[in-house]
């Protein structure tokens, strides 16, 4: 007598037929990929104010069946989609928010805002929920044939560009349950990495300083004023001289925040809002020490008081060895998207506008990387905090055009264009069939636990930035949105009248500028 779940592992079709089945269904599901994209591109929204890109996703996660909590961790646009019951877990994480000033016209190869100085996607995240939605919804499909165990589960990066929610998420516990994340960020190339990946990354906090003075007429009785401007400008000239003393590792930056009213009145309140970057916990809690005494010493010079408020921090992703392998396959068996003439033509002529190498689009996929020996640091990803947690890795899907400056309207201008769908597409296929490998071989999330307890945190033990009184920067963006928000909604793409956004907006694919 057999068990009949014995039985039915035995004729369960092998996990190769339904990787094969998973990117035939994505491929079925290229429309509501190319919507999604569409839509999102259209949106625009900034970090924490993603209202309506969250209200369209949950929404077609609900409509199929997810069950969705919103409003996690206290965060309007946070929420976590859940299908299926028991182990494994798996979560895929992925980017909503945009940048600002980086509206621009898709399929334009040169500055031509949609909306001048409106918000836009100028890196690229709109693409993100298109590919781990359509993977989602393919998953989905195959383990109610195949009456598969597991859970899948979906959760956005709110406020990415912020670094300021992903420390919270593993506060609250979010990840507690979790086996494996799969997270996916848009990128020129199809490459995964594992370890400190190509030692690109950096982690930070980020920081914001108030001053606190005193006002008076700045010319009739300056004497009786304090300013607290003159303590952000003496914070950042002392932050200027003390960084040639800092590590070659290290990335600092700042903005003012605010300077004052006007200037015959001494200003009684300034703010200035610093990014504090480096490779490790120690090393960025020593420069966030530091920046700290600099701010007291600049009151002390000034006789003016400070607060400061933490509004986004972020651990150096660390990406797990075994799961990199295992999606590295994935991405190979997959392969490039087939690039047309017009997506070519479209790559270099942006290329040659901004001035970057010439190259078109990429071919070919490359091999897994070593990790790099001696990492130099560079940008940062709150989803470092969640690597630290749970075994993860970052899935990079080709649907941008490469040798772009990221973080500028040249990010946005392939990111409503087939660049943008085919990439997508591809980039859900290997989503799905990278959470099948895990669903369906239980040791193999096993080797994934055995490297992340055994070598990524066999020393290193995660620490929070957090302190407990630190919250999520909720309000931030808000005003810039609202601003926006008329202007923007005129351009929301319409799925029911136009077969793409480029169609609604009336562009020629590619439109680049005439030869001279
Ligand atoms: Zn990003």
Same mark, same amino acid.
């Given at each position: ?13 092998? !996990? ?14 290229? /429309? ?14 900034? *970090? ?14 609900? $409509? ?6 919103? @409003? ?21 994480? #992925?980017?909503? %928010? ?6 621009? $016209?898709? *399929? ?27 993977? /989602? ?13 597991? &859970? ?14 992903? =420390? ?24 995964? #990495? ?19 003075? $005193? ?15 003159? /303590? ?24 003012? !925040? ?12 300034? =703010? ?11 090393? +960025? ?26 509004? *986004? ?10 799961? /990199? ?80 400056? @990221? ?9 409503? #264009? ?15 069939? &990278? ?18 307890? %055994?070598?990524? #945190?066999?020393? +290193?033990?995660?620490? &929070? ?12 963006? $808000? ?38």
């Amino acid at each position: 007598m057999l068990l009949p779940s014995v039985l039915f592992a035995q004729q369960a079709p092998a !996990l190769t037929a339904l990787k094969q089945e998973a990117a035939a269904e994505v491929d079925g599901l290229q /429309a509501l990929t190319q919507q999604m994209v569409d839509q999102i591109f259209s949106f625009s929204e900034l *970090g924490f104010q993603e209202v309506e890109t969250s209200r369209y996703v949950t929404g077609i996660l609900e $409509k199929n069946g997810f069950h969705v909590e919103h @409003g996690v961790t206290g965060i309007p646009t946070a929420w976590v989609a859940t299908y299926g019951s028991g182990k494994p877990v798996i979560a895929f994480i #992925t980017d909503l %928010d945009c940048i600002p000033r980086a509206s621009q $016209k898709p *399929g334009v190869a040169y500055h031509a805002p949609i909306i001048e100085g409106a918000p836009g996607h100028g890196e690229g995240h709109n693409s993100g929920m298109a590919v781990n939605v359509t993977a /989602a919804l393919v998953l989905k499909k195959l383990m109610d044939k195949n009456h598969l165990a597991g &859970t899948i589960r979906l959760l956005p990066g709110v406020g990415e560009e912020l670094v300021g929610t992903k =420390a919270f998420y593993v506060r609250a516990g979010l990840f507690k349950d979790t086996d494996i994340v799969l997270g996916a960020h848009v990128s020129h190339q199809f490459a995964t #990495t594992y370890a400190t990946g190509e030692g690109i990354w950096s982690g930070l906090v980020s920081v914001q300083y108030f001053f606190h003075g $005193k006002s008076a007429h700045a010319a009739a009785r300056p004497w009786e004023g304090r300013s607290a401007l003159d /303590a952000v400008s003496l914070m950042n000239a002392g932050w200027e001289f003390r960084r040639e003393h800092l590590r070659l590792q290290q990335r600092s930056h700042y903005i003012v !925040l605010n300077g004052g009213d006007q200037p015959n009145v001494v200003p009684s309140e300034a =703010a200035v809002w610093y990014y504090f970057r480096e490779l490790d916990y120690p090393h +960025i809690k020593e420069l966030y020490a530091l920046g700290n005494t600099m701010a007291q010493a600049a009151t002390m010079m000034t006789g003016t008081t400070v607060d400061h408020k933490l509004v *986004g921090s972020a651990w150096p992703p660390f990406f797990n060895k075994v799961i /990199a392998e295992t999606q590295q396959k994935n991405i190979e068996s997959v392969g490039m998207p087939k690039w047309s003439d017009a997506d070519q033509t479209l790559a270099k002529a942006l290329q040659k506008e901004i001035g970057a190498k010439v190259e078109g689009m990429k071919e070919k996929v490359e091999p897994l990387a070593e990790p790099a020996k001696d990492p130099a640091g560079g940008g940062s990803d709150d989803v470092g905090d969640i690597s630290w947690n749970v075994p993860m890795v970052y899935l990079m899907y080709p649907a941008n055009i490469p040798n772009l400056p @990221g973080h500028s309207w040249a990010n946005g201008v392939a990111m409503a #264009t087939p660049i943008a769908h085919k990439g997508s597409t591809s980039g859900a296929k290997v989503q799905a069939m &990278t959470a099948l490998d895990f669903l369906l071989q239980p040791e193999l999330v096993k080797q994934a636990w055995d490297y992340f307890r %055994d070598v990524q #945190t066999k020393e +290193i033990h995660y620490e &929070t930035f957090l302190a407990p009184e630190d919250q999520p920067a909720i309000e931030m963006n $808000k005003e810039k949105m609202e601003k926006f928000a008329p202007a923007l909604k005129k351009f929301y793409y319409d799925p029911m009248h136009y077969k793409t956004y480029l169609e609604q907006l009336g562009i020629q694919y590619p439109t680049i500028k005439a030869a001279p």
